[in-house]
């Protein structure tokens, strides 16, 4: 899986070609969801899903942009999946899979229906990445704290990082 890994960040990379933002971000993103995830000890399968989503979570963005001028999360939703299937069917992935990945991809917005452990690790990696990047302020952490985070990793690293 390594290898895929390796080759699906250089499509991503081609994908977001002249965008270093977007590159930085994925990256860290990946990065995060790879440690949350080894140290929370998930299994093969699940960390392959999310390791593959981590990197390919915001692919909605440059359509959502191109097509409603925005990069609002219900839009990188909505375009994400499409785009990433195509993407991974390059890769003979299986169907269940490529499915997973999707799901994640399509929800990686939406706090409301967390139903796995990938997701969830999905979801704090990103905001682990976020609140840096917003630059968001010590009290809306600590309520994302509280309301977000639920893995024994991603709350060390989000307290060691911010609280």
Known sequence: MKEKTSTIINEMIRYYAKDPRRVNHFLKVFSFAKSIGELEKLNEETQDVLE?????????????????????????????????????????FDEKFIERV???????????????????????????????????????????????FKTKAGTEFLTNLYL
């Open 52 to 92: 593959v989503a981590a990197i390919m979570h915001d692919i909605g963005i440059k359509i959502s942009e191109e097509k409603y001028n925005s990069s609002t999360g219900n839009y990188q939703e909505i375009e994400g999946p499409p785009v990433a299937r195509e993407m991974l069917l390059k890769f003979e």
């Open 102 to 148: 999707c799901h994640l991809i399509g929800h990686h917005h939406t706090y409301s229906e967390i139903d796995g452990i990938d997701y969830q690790i999905l979801i704090e990696a990103d905001f682990l990445v976020n609140i840096y990047e917003d630059e968001i302020k010590i009290p809306q952490i600590e309520s994302i704290n509280n309301k977000y």
